[in-house]
Nanobody, 125 residues
Framework: QVQVLESGGGSVQAGGSLNLSCTTS????????VAWFRQAPGKEREGVAG????????SYLEDVEGRFTISQDNTKNTVYLQMTNLKPEDTAMYYC??????????????????WGQGTQVTVSS
């Protein structure tokens, strides 16, 4: 059974840090593209960070570059999002998405067909 599961969300004060995890299971092909998206109230869902697990190539939303880091542990089928120096504008529901056949990192919402349920990140002023 295909499953994408996020964890690690929570509430922090501005300047704090959080680490999110995305574990995938049920895929026959483990080399795939995985990305983090977020959606805040009143805004469209946007790509935050993506990684192609075949090479480790990454891409980032400009607003988070230098503060967020996406990484992988293929032995655990897990992708991480390390978030530092969090700002109130980072507050959103964060989603993990996967495409088992895409051979590149990508941040396009339409590139992904498997999605997790989301984990809430709240950053207070």
């Amino acid at each position: 059974q295909v499953q994408v599961l996020e964890s690690g969300g929570g509430s922090v004060q501005a300047g704090g840090s959080l680490n999110l995890s995305c574990t995938t299971s049920g895929f026959t092909y483990n080399v795939k593209s995985v990305a983090w998206f977020r959606q805040a109230p009143g805004k469209e869902r946007e790509g935050v960070a993506g990684i192609y697990t075949g090479t480790g190539a990454t891409s980032y939303l400009e607003d988070v570059e230098g503060r967020f880091t996406i990484s992988q542990d293929n032995t655990k089928n897990t992708v991480y999002l390390q978030m530092t120096n969090l700002k109130p504008e980072d507050t959103a529901m964060y989603y993990c998405a996967a495409n088992p056949g895409l051979l590149m990192q990508a941040l396009g919402r339409d590139e992904y067909m498997y999605w997790g349920q989301g984990t809430q990140v709240t950053v207070s002023s």
